[in-house]
Structure formats: C-alpha cells, structure tokens
C-alpha cells in the first residue's frame, strides 16, 4: 500500500486540522503518503494515547457477507486513525492478505505460529500503513484445524499467542474463513467483540442461528463470554422488497445486536479490493466507506473504547 495517496483536502479531514496547518507542517500541498500521514500526526500532537486491547473478530459461517471486505477496511481506519493495529488474516484463501496489498511470498503465517509456536511477531509483516500490521495467510493454512487437532490446548492456542503481544497494539482485527471448526474456535475463543457481517436474505438469517448456538456453546463448554456481538448488514439494496423484509426481521428478532449502521451496495469494494487497497485508500467520498466511518463509530461508541482511552490517559 505504499502508493496509496492522500489529498490535502483528504489528510486535513483524517487529521482533524486545517488544511494550511497540514501543508505547512509537512511542506508540501498533495501527494501524500502513508508516511507522511503518520509523520504529521507526530508534528501536529495528533497521535491518540494507547487503549487497552480489543480483539475483534470478524466471523460468519457463510461466503461473501463481506467479512473480509469490512474488516480490512475497518482495520486500515482505525490505523489511519492513528491506533496500533494489527489484522490477522486467518483464511487460506488469503483475500485479506490481497486486500492489503500483500501479494506473493509470505513467509510465515498463523500455522507456524499455532502449530510451531513461533512467536507471532515472527509472522508479522508491515503494510505499507504505519501502525498497520499483518499476520498474513495463505494456503499453508487449509490444513490447520487437522494439525490443531492432536494438540494440547487446541482450543486456547490462538489466544495465549495474541498475550505476547497485547502491549503493542491496541486492537486485533481477525478476518475468519467462512468455516465451522477448530481455528475459528481458536479465534473465538481470543476473541472479546464479534463481528457478524450479514446479507439482507433469510439464509444469512438461518445462518444467525447457527452462529449464535456455537457462541452460547463456547459459554457453556469453555466458559468463555463475548462482551460484545455485533451484527451488521452489508451490501444492503433498499430498492428489494426482500431486503427491506429481511432487514425488518433483523431489527425484529437481533434488536440487542443489530448495529444501526448498514453498509449499502457499493461497487467500490470489489474495485478497491482488485487494486490491494481497502475503501479508504481507494475512495474515502465512496457512500460505501461513508457507511464503514459509521459502523466504526458505532462500534467504538458501543463498546466503550474512546471513553476506556480517555480514561486510561487521566489515570
Ligand atoms: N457493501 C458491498 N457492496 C457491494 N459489494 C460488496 C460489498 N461488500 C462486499 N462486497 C463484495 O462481495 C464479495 C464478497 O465479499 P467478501 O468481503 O470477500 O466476503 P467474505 O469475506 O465474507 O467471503 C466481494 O466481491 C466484495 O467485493
Ligand atoms: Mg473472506
């Protein structure tokens, strides 16, 4: 993501600050980069103080909701944001990976560090986005949940490899492969927000079921408790009769769940995605990275984590 480019016009509004202030203190009017993103946040006093760790995951068990899409860009934001983040991609087919721009050779992934115990900072890789980070993944890890199988602790793996780290970002953001076994167990057992990207159709509403069974499985048999499941609908069409029912029903049934937010159909995703950039490099104007902006600030209002910051910082 090293050719991603911001306007002034566009830094300025990342920044919270204006425009003649960004271009006097970086000495240039456009062009800029990533770097120059982070390095202005620096000379502006910008830098937001550290959170405690939120780990998210982004899971559905069906294809094509849109987790990998989501979460990449929420990722990419909440780095551009100026918080240390860390994406972890944990499906085989490597879309995250793609979407963030990290093509060919990856040289470690998550299977090493769950199967090997290598230390998970051996797996990660910059972005090209300062404070953005990756643990990439590729087909090395179609195999994992049979490798995870004999294992003591198989289920807990994940998470006592995310413990080395917790003091060097302050969110995890892991992509999930739309599958039922032990490395989404893994994820959901690190996980403490859920992230459930749905479509606006009724199998995506059966799936919900599914999922949130395997949820209260994990609280019963593992006594692990989420602190927060969100649902979000994505790729929503309000001209279908069928996605204005659905989206009623949710409302209906998910009320606790359900963030106000959607994410409408936007061609922009598939666009950004085919050029290694999330939404927000390839275009912030776009209605779907508008959508996004809310969902995150939704997401952050919910759970607490600008006030626990604030709070942190006076502490
Ligand atoms: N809001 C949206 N509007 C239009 N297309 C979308 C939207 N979100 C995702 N897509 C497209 O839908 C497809 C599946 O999205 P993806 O994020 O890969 O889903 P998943 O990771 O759940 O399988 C991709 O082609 C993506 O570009
Ligand atoms: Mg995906």
Sequence with gaps: MENVRYSLKRMAEVLGAGPKVVAEALGKKDGFTPDDLAAAREKLRKVPGHRPLRVQLFLNFKGGTGKTSLSTSYAYRLAERGHRVLMVDLDSQGHATKCLGQEGSVARTL??????????AEATVP?????????????????????????????????????????????????????????NLNALMAAGDLVIPV?????????????????????????????????????????????????????????????????????????????????????????????????????????????????????
């Design 127 to 183: 972005t090209g986005m300062p404070g953005l980070d990756l643990v990439p993944s590729n087909l090395a890890m179609s195999t994992i949940d049979l490798a995870l199988m004999p294992l003591a602790g198989r289920e807990f793996r994940l998470r006592k490899a995310l413990e080395e780290i917790s003091g060097k970002y302050d969110y995890v953001v892991m992509d999930a492969p739309p599958s039922f076994g032990l490395l």
């Design 199 to 315: 479509l606006a159709d009724f199998l995506s509403y059966d799936g919900l079921r599914l999922l949130f069974e395997t949820v209260q499985g994990l609280e019963d048999d593992l006594s692990h408790q989420l602190e927060h499941i969100f649902i979000v609908v994505n790729a929503y069409n309000q001209t279908f009769k069928i996605a204005r029912e659905a989206l009623e029903a949710l409302r209906t049934h998910y009320a606790d769940y359900l963030l106000a937010s959607v994410v409408r159909q936007c061609t922009k995703f598939a666009q950004a995605s085919s050029e290694g950039w999330p939404i927000f490099a390839f275009d912030p104007d776009s209605k779907g990275a508008g959508d996004l902006e809310a969902m995150i600030d939704e997401i952050e209002e919910r759970t607490g984590a600008a006030q626990a910051a604030a709070g942190a910082a006076g502490a």
């Design 111 to 120: 299977h090493d560090v769950l199967i090997r115990k290598v230390p998970i």
